[in-house]
């Protein structure tokens, strides 16, 4: 005979969307009901859109309609009421991170090393504070954490009276990296379940505060520990930086696919590195032209701008002033303003579109 805990134990087989753990685990699953072969189950959801409500609903059926004794079955999903449902309402694009204070957090993400992610993720933090909005930059290259220096800060972060850490703030921005917590260059030798404990802790245990955008710069590639990141990581979306050339472009399409896995929107994709001007304005097309908003298009995906080559963008992450920090209106961070500004409207005016 068919029993609560069979209906129960099986819907553990369902995730939650974007997450690696489950919905019972999750504590979702509120109401589980058995008798003579019908199943009726409950599932509250604390946040959520409907597209997340209507896939846990057809995943929790598909996987309850294999236990054989079942004869009838009724899911009921419900929403949240009140603020969360208004949120909710916003469809794909709404807060699915349940964070306190935080309204949207993005992945910047890239298929291999070398395209400039944490140079792109630098600069559109610094250009959404330049356009009014609360921001907040996590760094989760464990191995190899570039923020401090881009953003020109060292200092430890201190502990508040929550017994969380005080995020350090440099031009406008909240940080958090793995360089503020390391002497000198001291390597972190660890291995995979210390860094998810560890970026989780930088979600939960971190004072944020109330911010419009946390920026989440990923690892470079799309392996074991991306993958895991994305689904440790409450994401409302991912950007995925290339270079014009095919190598990149490859790979690109591997950065969509780990998106694709952990039920994250892409936002969008910028070409970096797209063209050089010479001193005696020669544009200089050095790898190639033009293959981000080509494979955006290929994609139907969102294109969100190219970014030349400027001796200033380099210096600024040298020094740890960026570009739209040091100069806005310049070549430069004028063109990551307009990036920040169709990433902005890609997060804020989705759900009008």
């Not at 979600?203 to 799309?222: K, N, R, Y």
């Not at 908003?293 to 200033?312: D, K, N, V």
Request: charged share 20%.
């Amino acid at each position: 005979m068919l029993t609560d805990a069979e209906i129960t134990e099986t819907l553990k087989k369902v995730r939650y969307p974007g997450f690696s753990r489950d919905i019972v685990s999750f504590g979702l699953v509120k109401k589980v009901a058995v008798s003579q072969g019908a199943a009726n189950v409950l599932i509250e959801l604390t946040s959520g859109s409907p597209e997340v409500a209507a896939q846990i609903k057809a995943d929790a059926e598909r996987a309850l309609r294999e236990l054989t004794e079942l004869k009838h079955l009724y899911v009921e999903v419900k929403l949240p009421s009140g603020p969360a449902a208004a949120n909710a309402a916003r469809g794909a694009w709404s807060n699915r991170s349940g964070v306190p204070g935080i309204e949207r957090v993005v992945a910047i993400a890239s298929g291999k090393g070398g395209v400039g992610k944490s140079t792109v993720s630098v600069n559109l933090a610094c250009a959404l504070a330049h356009l009014g909005a609360r921001v907040g930059l996590l760094d989760c290259d464990i191995y190899g954490p570039s923020i401090p220096l881009m953003m020109g800060i060292h200092r430890r972060p201190t502990i508040d009276d929550d017994e969380k850490l005080e995020p350090p703030v440099n031009h406008g921005v909240k940080l958090m990296s793995m360089g503020f917590l390391l002497e000198g260059d001291q390597p972190v030798i660890w291995r995979g379940p210390m860094i998810m404990k560890t970026i989780q802790q930088f979600i939960s245990q971190v004072a944020w505060g109330e911010l419009d955008f946390l920026l989440v710069d990923l690892p470079p590639g799309t392996g074991d520990a991306q993958l895991s990141l994305c689904q440790t990581v409450p994401l409302d979306g991912g950007v995925i930086v290339t270079t014009p050339q095919e190598a990149s472009l490859g790979v690109v399409r591997k950065g969509i696919a780990m998106f694709e896995k952990v039920n994250v929107p892409i936002l969008g994709i910028v070409e970096n590195m797209s063209y050089f001007i010479t001193p005696g304005g020669e544009r200089v097309e050095i790898f190639g032209h033009g293959g981000g908003r080509a494979e955006a298009e290929r994609q139907e995906l969102a294109f969100l701008g190219e970014i030349p080559i400027f001796t200033e963008i380099r210096i600024g992450g040298d020094t740890g002033i960026p570009v739209v920090v040091a100069q806005p209106t310049g070549p430069a961070g004028s063109v990551f303003l307009k990036v920040a500004e169709r990433l902005r409207e890609r997060l804020t005016g989705a759900a009008k579109a």
